[in-house]
């Protein structure tokens, strides 16, 4: 079984490297300013003794105000895993940075979020729909969708 890392213990480590990076750590995740999510990212997948070489799954949280994007990390390597949040405001134009760079798996995930969130993702190779069609009219995962 995989067993989360130390979330308090981490914080810390991220925040030596990065001193603005962290908005909360509690629980079982991190939360992150969207500034920093590439950033943070990086360091996680980089550093040897965090190892976190798969993203296991993206998801995005409509909660009215802000959209949370909620990242799953795991290092096959140490059997252990951590998960990364971060925030993306104004129901307008919410967007975050795209973490394919990072993780390739995240290319279709991302795809998933934009197309039924409508949550861009600042350097996306191909963001695009990925289920709906082109011209299909708002995004149905968010809660103030009203249909097609």
Same mark, same amino acid.
């Given at each position: ?15 030596q ?41 993206? %998801? /995005?949280?409509? *909660?009215?105000?802000?959209?949370? @994007? ?7 390597? $140490? ?15 919410p967007h ?13 995930q991302?795809?998933?979020?934009y ?6 993702? %600042? /350097?996306?190779? *191909?963001?695009?729909?990925?289920? @709906? ?7 149905? $995962? ?7």
């Amino acid at each position: 079984m995989t067993t989360q890392l130390d979330v308090e213990k981490l914080s810390k480590q991220i925040q030596q490297q990065f001193p603005d990076a962290v908005q909360d750590a509690q629980g079982d995740y991190i939360l992150l300013k969207s500034d920093y999510l590439a950033d943070v990212a990086r360091y996680c997948h980089d550093t040897p003794a965090l190892a976190l070489h798969f993203l296991s799954s993206v %998801t /995005g949280v409509d *909660y009215i105000d802000y959209f949370e @994007l909620v990242y799953h990390l795991v290092s096959f390597e $140490h059997n252990h895993s951590i998960v990364l949040k971060t925030r993306a405001y104004g129901r307008e134009d919410p967007h975050v940075p795209s973490l394919t760079g990072i993780w390739q798996g995240a290319t279709l995930q991302e795809r998933e979020v934009y197309d039924l969130m409508g949550i861009r993702f %600042t /350097g996306h190779p *191909y963001l695009k729909r990925i289920f @709906l069609w082109d011209t299909f009219q708002g995004h149905p $995962h968010r809660k103030d969708f009203t249909g097609a």
